[in-house]
């Protein structure tokens, strides 16, 4: 099997267990394939909720929240599977058809509900994923500050 290029970008586990948020850092293999993710995030123990942050090369974000019984998936650019594996992975999972050569507009898909048991609405999360004038690290920070660990994001993000 070839060696795959390193992709620039983040990959966090945030954590939230007894109403306390934590933060920490993925292999870096989770940027590159949905099952290399979805592994990494296996291997945080918790009794709380997990979530999965995947800033991909400055072109979009993922974030993943796997339950026992699913896996809830949001993708912030839909056209990104045209080029990355786990923007495709993500939009098998959600059996969603790849956009076309041709497409050119930024739409997500996936959950928009993923978070709104933590105080982040659907609406408002859409909002940001379209926010197409900012990173995904900004976007994934916007969204850490209004579920309540940005602090936590923010320490990870600053030890690397």
Known sequence: MAEREPIAGFAIAAVREDGNWQCSTLDPSALTELDAALTELRKVRTSG???????V???????IRPSPSKISLLLSDAAAALDYDIAADVLDVLRVPTPGEDDDEVWSEGDLDILADFGLPADELE???AE???YPDEQLQMIAQRCGFADAL???????
């Not at 909720?49 to 800033?55: C, M, Q, S, T």
């Not at 923010?154 to 690397?160: F, K, P, Y």
Request: charged letters at 25%; aromatic letters at 8%; a negative charge.
């Open 154 to 160: 923010g320490e990870v993000l600053d030890q690397d």
């Open 57 to 63: 090369d400055d072109e979009f974000f993922v974030v």
């Open 49 to 55: 909720a997990v979530l999965g942050l995947l800033a």
């Open 132 to 134: 197409i004038e900012l």
């Open 127 to 129: 909002m940001i994923a």
